[in-house]
């Protein structure tokens, strides 16, 4: 069974894009395993799957797969090359799309300078929404982590988010308590854990440890939830610019019931044929 693949990285957030509307392909998790492993497979962070729509009001259904083989709700760096692959791999002439996931309807746009902005939904905050296991909805939440105290922010963004202020980006404990943080057993679906240090008001550094993938070079939706964040605490002013160690996206949000915009580059790598194993098959 021969796939055909683009490569495509935002920010080093490194993805295998596959049209499933032009060749017929469900991956399954094993399959999933194998293109994302880095040296038997392509390679990737993420597996995004383009399918054709299964409600009206949208151009596409976008499927995401991290290198784990789970399937999850939301990625942002990966809806920015979504958009751009769409566009050129001919399946629309549209510069603005709509997408259903599932985390919700998103929309991307592709701008005249290349950058896709995406408008990523309304950040959601109540625990059941999360979900997170708390009596009530707060700013910040005490979370016992490797025998400490660590303050979050608990934000959703189609995917959960728990948002920590560090003093040094570079020095937060991402390989120790990342995991801790993910597998937090008030976390029923797990959780995205960010490590965000605040530069000034309207600038940002941040490192993320994703739910399934583990430490990456950055993270769409994670950037979106520590601007909000750090909004919500009264430490950010919109527009943010997110530093990240693949490089910087900026975020814009008029809190309340607003929608989180994010813009940022997306580029394709490469374009490939897979040919999967046969126990694969």
Known sequence: MK??????QGLGNDFVVLDAVRQDFVPTPAQVRYLADRHFGVGCDQLLVVERPTQSGVDFRYRIFNADGGEVEQCGNGARCFARFVVDSGLTAKREIRVETRGGIIAPRLEDDGEVTVDMGVPR???????FVAAAETVVHALEVNGRQVDVSVVSMG?????????????????SDGPAIEAHPRFPQRVNAGFMQIVDRHSIRL???ERGAGETLACGTGAC?????????????????????????SIAWAGAERPVLMTGPAV??????????????
Do not use: C, W
């Open 3 to 8: 796939i055909k693949f683009t490569k495509m």
């Open 125 to 131: 905050f109540a625990p059941a929404q999360i979900p």
């Open 159 to 175: 995917n959960p988010h728990a948002v920590q202020v560090v003093a040094d980006a570079d020095a937060a404990p991402v390989a």
């Open 268 to 281: 394709a790598v490469f374009d490939g044929v897979l040919d999967f194993p046969e126990e694969l098959k």
């Open 225 to 249: 939830a520590a601007v909000v964040a750090g909004i919500r605490r009264g430490l950010l002013d919109s527009p943010v610019r997110v530093s990240t160690r693949g490089g910087e996206l």
């Open 207 to 209: 490192r993320v440890y």
